[in-house]
């Protein structure tokens, strides 16, 4: 059984801060792609930011310049460090995981349950 659990979201004042986390557990061959996706309120959900297992990163271009995503491959897990926040970024924040799991052939992605992220102004 694979698990991907989001940690670190919150409230905070525009041009703050925050740093997410997202962990891969349990049987695990190897993770491919991952990435963290938002959505808000009568939106439809959006790429944030994402980064290959070689390091290749690619974002959104509303984050650019604001926002980083790293990613540790020992520990399957994956950060986005948020700065200099908005209002619009305020949204539910999905981490994506693609990977291979134990009890498989072929590698699928894995979701999070989501943390939300609240830009107050």
């Known amino acids: 059984q694979v698990q991907v659990v989001e940690s670190g979201g919150g409230l905070v004042q525009a041009g703050g801060s925050l740093r997410l986390s997202c962990a891969a557990s349990?049987?695990?061959?190897?993770?491919?792609?991952m990435g963290w996706y938002r959505q808000a309120p009568g939106k439809q959900r959006e790429l944030v930011a994402s980064?290959?297992?070689?390091?290749?990163?690619k974002y959104a271009d509303s984050v650019k310049g604001r926002f980083t995503i790293s990613r540790d491959n020992v520990k399957n897990t994956v950060y986005l460090q948020m700065l200099s926040l908005k209002p619009e970024d305020t949204a539910v924040y999905y981490c994506?995981?693609?990977?291979?799991?134990?009890?498989?052939?072929?590698?699928?992605?894995?979701w999070g349950q989501g943390t939300q992220v609240t830009v107050s102004s």
């Open positions: 349990g049987s695990i061959i190897s993770v491919n792609a």
């Open positions: 980064i290959t297992s070689g390091g290749s990163t």
């Open positions: 994506n995981a693609n990977l291979r799991p134990g009890s498989g052939y072929v590698s699928r992605d894995y």
